[in-house]
Every structure is written in structure tokens, then in C-alpha cells.
């Protein structure tokens, strides 16, 4: 009796003993069987890291990383260009100019104060894309077909279009600085048609023009700009798809375009994924009336 009992208990020992094994087996070759996969996926740069804090409103955090990428690459346009984007985005914190209502009813848009922006600020957003500019004309003077230098100058007359119609409230000199970096952006997609960030730019200029009426419309056409909502729409949304830097950003804009056009269900769903993704940017859960 004994010894079957003896037998049963160290069958069942051995049993688990060799399912344990079984299982440790299984999990190491699953671990070495995803090893390749997980070395293919790079880990975010200093800059990307950058963005990632200033979408979630961490902008000290932020700077900390653009200052890290610039200590480590001087030469690259890219780390002064996005500290210019920290300080921008932090004064756009800072005086409530990300507020989604601003940009969705038209009356408050155009009624807009002219703001007072922080003169430190200014000047080390000033100073950061006159650092960027100098560094990518240099690096396209040694090769004019720079792809991150292109860029770097596509992102700083973006910056430059933002601050000056959404503070300083100069609109023609915005959509000036937005025909500029759109030229340089077609540019650099006849290079890289896969040059998701800088589709933005396109895309901007061609959905903002497109939202004006007839004769403005008519207007920026003399100028050279030719407005096209529906073609700018198709072009922020390649950027919200496979975009990198500018692919929250994308997926913004998008959620503003989305409430103009009352499509309530579309633009809070966008901003709910933000949110998800942001949970330290109160904006993109409270931003919009239409979502509360």
C-alpha cells in the first residue's frame, strides 16, 4: 500500500517536474525566437524621445532630450530645430492657444487677441531655429540633397508659420513661411516619397487655403498657392498613418478638421487615442466641447 502510494506521489512529482521543464523550454525558445524581432525594432532616438515628452506636455523633459541629441550631434540641424519646437509648443501651453475651440469655430479664430508671448522665450525659439537654419544650409551646401538638413528646414518654417499666425497674429506672414517650407517639402518627396513628416507641410497649406472662402481662395491662387481641402485631408492622414515626429500632430489636425466639419464621432475618437497615448496632456481628454 505504502509503496504504491510511494510510487503515485513521485510519478506525480516527476510529472511536474517535467511540465515545469516543459513550459521553461517553451519560453526560452519563444524568447529566442522573438530575440531578432525585437533587435530589428531601434530604439527612439534622443529626438524622439523629445517629442514624445512634448506631446504629453513634459516640456522640461523635453529639452532635456533635444539637448542630449545636440551634445552628441552637434552638426545635425535636427536638435536645434526641435528645441525651437519645445519652446513653441510650451508657449502654446502656457497661453491656452491649443484649445481645440480656437481652431473650430471661425469667429473665435478670427477674433483671436494678439498674444504676449514671453520675450526669454521668444528669443530662445528665435535663437534655436537661427542655430537649426545655419547648420542645415551648411549641411546642404555640402550636399544639397540632405534629407534630414530638407527637413529640418521644412520643421523650422512650420514653427515659424505657427508662431507668428497663432501669437504674434500675422496670418500673411504665416502663409509666406507656409509656402516656403511646402516648396522645400516637395523637394525633399521627390527624393523620399516616404518622407511622411514632411507631407504635413503640404498637406497644412493645401487644407487651411482650402478652408477659406472663394475669393481669399481665389487670392492666395495669384500668390502661387493652390488650395485643395480634400487633397490637404488625404495628405495629413498619410502623415497620421506612417508618419514619425509629426505623426501625433497629424492625427491633431486631423481631429480639428474632423469637428469643423461636424463629425463629432471621427474628431473624439482621434482625440480619445491621443489621450490613450498622452495621459499627461489634459487637452486631448478636455479640448474639445463637443467630446465632454
Known sequence: MNGGCNYRAR???EQESMKATHKWFAATCLLMACAPCMADVPAPTEIERGFQSMYNLDFDQAHRNFSTWERLHPNDPLGPVSQAAGYLFGEFARLGVLE???FTNDKTFEGRAKLAPDPKVRDEFN?????GDQL????????PEDSNALFAKVLALGLRSDYVALI???DFAALRYMKQGRILAQ???KQKPDEYDAMLAVGVENYLTGIKPAPVRWMLSLGGIDPDKEQGL???????????LLKPFAKLLLAVAALRDKKNTQGCDLLHQLAVAYPGNALYRNGAPECR
Open 11 to 13: 510519478h506525480s512529482v
Open 100 to 102: 481645440s475651440e480656437l
Open 127 to 131: 535663437g534655436a531655429v537661427s542655430r
Open 136 to 143: 542645415a544650409d551648411a549641411a546642404l551646401k555640402r550636399n
Open 168 to 170: 504674434d497674429k500675422r
Open 187 to 189: 523637394q525633399l518627396l
Open 234 to 244: 488625404r495628405e495629413l492622414e498619410q502623415t497620421a498613418a506612417h508618419g514619425n
